[in-house]
């Protein structure tokens, strides 16, 4: 956007230099010639949404100016509106990108199928479309290490972001050490209702260590507080039947499994570590996709 002692020299363009009355207030009551368009109409609304009341303020006498004058003034504007428009857009998908915490810079776009792995295409597209997350059901990803669970997990959460849903990205051993610092400082029912509030709350490394008594309950309990409002995303290296057993109190490990799974969409990677594919060593380059 530009400076404020800029300003007027931007209205002037957009408006044709018009003149404009300093006294006009956004909100009054406005009487519209009848010639005036649906268009600019529109574009009124869209204007006090944004709170662009300078602009507003400046379409609003030009609908009760000449009716002639009034197209090329809704035409400068609207290119103004959606520059500022898709300015802010973008703005918003950063921040959202940036909250999220991703360690690595993953796109559904970059997800690699040329690998035998079990990984369907169109299943995966299905998933970015993120009604799973509308939804609040989850995904449960599986597979050898190396197998790219990782990076299908961050480009399903950057997916989420694209599509306007608010995503945390964490390995469950930084979750829990979270947690364990928010105890101490008392903090814990905040953290945990922030995490409640989280659309798609994504899990990565999940069943690397064994999780005493304290750490399966505050699992259990940030679980249990997203169960059928709010989506889940795991990725482990463990199958299914191991998930009970890396769980000290194992009715415990047993209640976090039943409250994932039975809502929950199963991808099951197979096939040799990708690292091996994707390492410089090999000449395969230096980046390595899902």
């Keep these: ?85 898709a300015t802010r857009t973008q703005g918003r998908l950063r921040a959202r990108i940036r909250k999220a915490g991703l360690r690595v810079e993953a796109t559904i776009e970059g997800v690699d199928y040329n690998h035998p792995r079990n990984l369907d295409r169109a299943r995966v597209t299905e998933l970015a479309a993120c009604a799973w997350v509308t939804q609040g059901s989850n995904v449960i990803i599986t597979g050898h290490i190396g197998a790219g669970k990782t990076y299908l997990a961050s480009a399903l959460t950057h997916a989420a972001c694209v599509r306007g849903h608010r995503a945390l990205y964490r390995r469950l051993p930084d979750l829990l050490r979270e947690l364990a610092e928010a105890r101490a400082k008392r903090g814990l ?55 009970v057993r890396f769980t000290e109190n194992h009715t415990i490990g047993e209640a976090i499994l039943d409250r994932l799974v039975h809502n929950a969409h199963q991808i099951n990677l197979q096939g040799d570590s990708l690292r091996k594919e994707y390492s410089p060593l090999r000449g395969g380059g230096s980046e390595q996709s899902g």
């Excluded at 002037?12 to 009355?21: F, K, Q, T, V």
């Excluded at 949404?49 to 100016?65: D, H, T």
């Excluded at 035409?75 to 509106?81: A, F, G, T």
């Design 1 to 85: 956007m530009s400076s404020f002692k800029n300003a007027p020299d931007i209205m002037g363009e957009a408006l044709g230099r018009l003149p404009i009355n300093p006294q006009a207030r956004v909100g009054k009551v406005v009487k519209m010639s009848p010639e005036a368009p649906d268009r600019a109409r529109r574009l009124l609304d869209k204007l006090k949404a944004m709170r662009l009341s300078g602009m507003a303020a400046a379409l609003e006498e030009a609908m009760v100016g000449s009716p002639a004058r009034l197209l090329p003034v809704v035409q400068q504007l609207e290119i103004l509106v959606a520059r500022e428009d």
């Design 189 to 243: 029912e905040k953290y945990m209702e922030a995490l409640r509030r989280i659309d798609l709350l994504s899990l990565d490394d999940w069943g690397l260590e064994m999780l005493d008594h304290q750490q399966g309950i505050d699992l259990l309990e940030v679980i249990e507080g997203r169960d059928g409002a709010k989506s889940t995303l795991v990725a482990s290296c463990l199958p299914l039947n191991g998930w």
